[in-house]
Structures are given as C-alpha cells and as structure tokens.
C-alpha cells in the first residue's frame, strides 16, 4: 500500500492548512485512515483518524479546530486544521490500516510560527 501526503508547510498562528493523502489500496479494504504527528524529541501519537463506516476520533488537543473528512471514492483522507498554535509543529504521517497492518506516508513538515 502507498501513500502519498502533501499539504505541509509555514503558516503563523491562527493560520490554517489542509493535509491531503491519497493511498494507492481501495478504500473498502482500509478499516482506518488518518493522520498522526511526530514532534521534535517526542513520540507519533494520533491527530485523528476516521473508519470507513464514518466514525471519527480525534486527540483531546485538536477537537474543534481540525476536521477530518475521508473521500472512500477517491481513496483520499484530508485534515483541515484550523487555529494553528505552536503546539501543533510537527511532522504529519497519513496512516491507514488494511487487514491489521499498518502503513504509513512519508510525513509532511507543519510549521506554525510567526
């Protein structure tokens, strides 16, 4: 399974990004598909994901400020993150998970200084 993320990128506080990932498996097959982040000195943990039934679940620390949306006929799923903060630098991976395995994208960079 490939995955290709783009979207990253500068934005200064309050700013907003879309993250976009395409994954080469068809989407019936992928119980998952999200998004985790990785800072500086920190572990990956989960920025949200969503099942392929619709059901979202979201980290306590971006609820209300990002969106997670999952197009199964395009094989995509986007994050739109809105009300950047500091706290949200860090190293974005498209995750999804097909029969119990995982795979993840290359990561995209977010920047949120000013």
């Known amino acids: 399974v490939q995955l290709q993320a783009s979207g990253g990128g500068l934005v200064p506080p309050g700013g907003s990004l879309r993250l976009s990932c395409i994954t080469s498996?068809?989407?019936?097959?992928?119980?998952?598909m999200g998004w985790y982040r990785q800072a500086p000195g920190r572990e990956r943990v989960l920025v949200a994901d969503?099942?392929?039934?619709?059901?979202?679940n979201y980290a306590d620390s971006v609820k209300g400020r990002f969106t997670i949306s999952r197009d199964n006929d395009k094989n995509t799923v986007n994050l739109e993150m809105e009300d950047l903060k500091p706290e949200d630098t860090a190293v974005y991976y498209c995750?999804?998970?097909?029969?119990?395995?995982?795979?993840w994208g290359q990561g995209t960079q977010v920047t949120v200084s000013s």
């Open positions: 995750h999804v998970q097909r029969y119990g395995i995982d795979y």
């Open positions: 969503s099942t392929y039934g619709g059901t979202t």
């Open positions: 498996a068809n989407s019936f097959s992928l119980h998952t």
